[in-house]
């Protein structure tokens, strides 16, 4: 599975400090997320798509 | 539902874990302490080194290595499962995960240490092993939160 979070997270001005912050994780976690080491849950994932108006599937693809 | 402990407890339950176990170890398998702490006990099944078919008993025993015992495990219990800083759903992977392969290689020593153990020796193997799963898992899980956090 693939993310598009760090373009998203760039896209928002957002660093992985204040990701963690609005998601309640830890910024370690966001980045073992954007590096698809953790694939994360569906509640993060459907939080992940709500700050950054978009679907899960705009965020997260199978390879 | 979470069953884990409020983080303030992790660095005494921490100390006093890593302080106790070596102590503990050496005072249950040396038997060095078998004066200190006498005190009377009930035992459901016949006390030790008597051929009476009794049980339900009070007799008089050295309560130290018991003591250790009790300390030990639940100081590793905390320290073990006291919630991080920040709890999150990575950290409980990491968690179970550690738990699982400390499970795995415990029992795997305890396999191999019935193969190839045999006699009186076996009782100290099994009475470490009271100890080995909490410390492997929390050596382990440990080790990982570490990795996690450099990262």
């Known amino acids: 599975m693939k993310n598009n979070i760090r373009m998203y997270r760039g896209k928002f001005s957002l660093t992985q400090e204040d990701l963690s912050k609005k998601l309640g994780v830890s910024r370690q976690t966001i980045n073992s997320i954007e590096n698809n080491k953790y694939f994360p849950s569906l509640e993060l994932g459907?939080?992940?798509s709500k700050i950054f108006e978009c679907t899960v599937d705009e965020l997260f693809s199978l390879d | 539902m979470n069953y884990?402990?409020?983080n303030k407890w992790k660095k005494l339950s921490g100390w006093i874990f890593y302080?106790?176990?070596p102590l503990g170890i050496y005072a249950i398998i040396s038997g060095n302490f078998?004066?200190?702490f006498v005190i009377k006990v009930f035992s459901i099944?016949?006390?030790?080194l008597t051929n009476h078919d009794t049980g339900f008993v009070w007799f008089k025993n050295s309560f130290i290595d018991e003591?250790?015992?009790?300390?030990?495990i639940i100081t590793g219990i905390v320290?073990?499962?006291c919630k991080e800083k920040i709890e999150d759903e990575l950290i409980s992977k990491i968690r179970l995960e550690s738990l699982t392969l400390s499970l795995f290689i415990s029992y795997g020593l305890i396999i191999l240490s019935t193969l190839f153990i045999y006699g009186f020796e076996y009782l100290y193997v099994l009475e470490f092993n009271l100890f080995l799963i909490i410390l492997l898992f929390n050596l382990i899980f440990k080790y990982r939160l570490y990795k996690h956090y450099k990262s």
Do not use: G
């Open chain 2, 79 to 81: 320290n073990s499962f």
């Open chain 2, 4 to 6: 884990l402990f409020n």
């Open chain 2, 34 to 36: 078998e004066d200190i």
């Open chain 2, 19 to 21: 302080l106790s176990l």
């Open chain 2, 67 to 72: 003591s250790f015992t009790f300390v030990i």
């Open chain 2, 45 to 48: 099944f016949e006390p030790p």
């Open chain 1, 46 to 48: 459907l939080k992940l």
